[in-house]
């Protein structure tokens, strides 16, 4: 008898399970780093603001109102481990 299939052992691999593969190792990659750069701004206390500033880590700051702004931390200052996950406070 002949069969007419060459390589019957030949083991395949849906095209989904690569798909699903590369979305587990990017969503693992994520949780394991914290999360991306485009998480809500960590919360910043008026005392924790007043020792950036005295420290000269401060670049800049945008206030939305009198109760709200941004702070964005300079270059020298995201270096310093007690910022390694923040790049700005709000």
Known sequence: MSNNNPNPNKFRVSPWLVYAGILLIFLFISIATGGSNFEEPAQLTSSKFNNFLEKGQI???????????EVYLTAA???????????HYQ
């Open 59 to 69: 670049e800049k700051v945008i206030v939305y109102n009198k109760s709200e702004a």
């Open 77 to 87: 200052a995201l270096k310093d481990k007690t910022h390694s996950k923040h790049h």
